[in-house]
């Protein structure tokens, strides 16, 4: 009776790689011969195993960077919105998103405008499934977003929020949160990117400037600019900003564009906004 117990799971495992497959193998052998006097903690070791190997092979077919090489970098990378809706819970009435279509060319900047609560946040969570769609599909390269191993999409996308988070710590050490191992140059072109190139150099210490948690010792704007360029420097193929130059003078706003447009043109820009210009 307890022979099964070794074969059963082998179908499970043989599409896997080989090397997975024989390090499982050999698990199981392993715990065959451990739990030979115990048939009742046999049938749960097996029951485990039988939910690892199964979680493994799903794990092992999402799409991950490599497999996408030369897809990730075509110039017609295209983002596509297909018949969604959502709702954030399963049991409300209407949808938050109802019918969406959108599709998106690679390098192109796409504004969203209305009015708070229309979703428009709402609608750009799902690029990085940060929310799935109720109904529908979103793709990215022609490849569902579900299917994409989550830490491989989400290193594809950088998204700034209109109140985000600065560390307590040095400029430096708060942009390197977007590339640890970025250089001090990168950091000074992101920067420049983001127009905060200047006001850091304002300072006594310029980008060994200390920042307090949160970011209380430097203004809105400064912090969002600072923000932006985190966000550039994981060097995403996707950029969304959502409303994250709302406290930034209108002359700043339009130089970040201009920079973006310019230096940045092969990545997508998703702008949430509250003025047109913005955009």
């Not at 297909?82 to 959108?102: G, P, R, T």
């Not at 973006?260 to 043109?265: L, M, Q, T, V």
Request: hydrophobic letters at 40%.
């Amino acid at each position: 009776h307890h022979i099964y117990l070794l074969y059963l799971p082998l179908p499970l495992v043989i599409n896997l790689k080989f090397r997975h497959l024989i390090r499982k193998i050999l698990l199981i052998i392993l715990l065959f011969h451990l739990t030979f006097f115990s048939p009742v903690f046999n049938l749960l070791i097996f029951e485990f195993f039988c939910r690892f190997l199964i979680n493994d092979e799903i794990n092992n077919s999402k799409i991950t960077k490599s497999d996408l090489k030369g897809l990730i970098d075509n110039s017609i990378y295209t983002k596509a919105i297909k018949n969604v809706n959502f709702k954030y819970e399963v049991s409300s009435a209407e949808n938050n998103l109802e019918n969406i279509n959108i599709t998106i060319k690679s390098g192109e900047t796409i504004g969203i405008i209305g009015s708070t609560g229309s979703g428009k946040t709402s609608l750009v969570q799902l690029i990085p499934r940060l929310y799935d769609a109720s109904e529908g599909e979103v793709y990215l390269g022609g490849v569902n977003v579900k299917d994409y191993d989550i830490e491989t999409l989400r290193n594809e996308v950088a998204m700034v929020l209109q109140k985000n988070v600065l560390f307590s710590g040095t400029i430096k050490e708060n942009l390197r949160w977007g590339n640890e191992n970025a250089t001090d140059e990168e950091l000074e072109k992101a920067c420049k990117l983001a127009q905060a190139h200047d006001f850091i150099m304002s300072f006594p210490d310029k980008y060994d400037t200390y920042i307090e948690q949160g970011g209380t010792n430097v203004s809105g704007g400064q912090k969002q600019r600072l923000c932006i360029a985190r966000a550039l420097l994981k060097k995403p193929k996707i950029l969304i900003l959502d409303d994250s130059t709302s406290a930034v003078d209108t002359k700043t706003d339009s130089l970040i564009r201009k920079s973006f447009s310019e230096e940045i043109p092969n990545t997508t820009k998703l702008i949430i906004a509250q003025r047109i210009s913005s955009v």
